[in-house]
T-cell receptor
Framework: DAGVTQSPTHLIKTRGQQVTLRCSPK?????VSWYQQALGQGPQFIFQ???????QRGNFPDRFSGHQFPNYSSELNVNALLLGDSALYLC??????????????FGPGTRLTVT | GESVGLHLPTLSVQEGDNSIINCAYS??????FIWYKQESGKGPQFIID?????DKRQGQRVTVLLNKTVKHLSLQIAATQPGDSAVYFC????????????FGAGTRLAVHP
């Protein structure tokens, strides 16, 4: 899948728990964006990391947080899980620069189920 | 694999026919428009893009048309094949400090032999 890897593939958690999802971007890419995709819907932008900082954020509560490491890999953390957090979480990598950020390559996603 | 779009509108076509998938976008200031294909159990895969100052772009078997007057985007697939069966999403990209993709609702394409 274009070199973007995500782990784990599937995850089952209980309401109130916390979860960490991981993403390694395509080789040579320095920007990571996270999306939430509910069943039957298009991906919704959560946030974007570049130079180890959150650069943009979508309409998601503070329970959603992230991190980017010096090797450009990234983590998505979700605290106090709700049933409505059940979704496919997608990581997309891109290269900063003029026009570069719109060419986003997606990983296979992590399917999170909250029970 | 799991289904990506259980309740999405579906376009059913015969193998070999041409397919046209339509999309309405929301932001007049978007700089790029992109079509993605998502197969069951996979992430979205880039198909083709078009810049906002263009109205048509062609790729291999695919053509994207952009009508900014009515904020409409379409994807034409020539000689549709069974491997084209998937959910198709259009996305708009707003740069200038926003740098995020905004996805449409998606359309399921079902190709019948």
């Amino acid at each position: 899948d274009a070199g973007v890897t995500q782990s784990p593939t599937h995850l089952i958690k209980t309401r109130g728990q916390q979860v960490t999802l991981r993403c390694s971007p395509k080789s040579g890419h320095d920007t990571v964006s996270w999306y939430q995709q509910a069943l039957g819907q298009g991906p919704q932008f959560i946030f974007q990391y570049y130079e180890e900082e959150e650069r943009q954020r979508g309409n998601f509560p503070d329970r959603f947080s992230g991190h980017q490491f010096p090797n450009y890999s990234s983590e998505l953390n979700v605290n106090a899980l709700l049933l409505g957090d059940s979704a496919l979480y997608l990581c997309a990598s891109s290269l900063a620069g003029e026009g570069g950020r719109y060419e986003q390559y997606f990983g296979p996603g992590t399917r999170l189920t909250v029970t | 694999g799991e289904s990506v779009g259980l309740h999405l509108p579906t376009l059913s076509v015969q193998e070999g026919d041409n397919s046209i998938i339509n999309c309405a976008y929301s932001n007049s200031a978007s700089d790029y428009f992109i079509w993605y294909k998502q197969e069951s159990g996979k992430g979205p895969q880039f198909i083709i893009d078009i810049r906002s100052n263009m109205d048509k772009r062609q790729g291999q078997r695919v053509t994207v048309l952009l009508n900014k007057t009515v904020k409409h985007l379409s994807l034409q697939i020539a000689a549709t094949q069974p491997g084209d069966s998937a959910v198709y999403f259009c996305a708009e990209f707003l740069s200038g400090g926003y740098n995020k993709l905004i996805f449409g609702a998606g359309t399921r394409l079902a190709v019948h032999p």
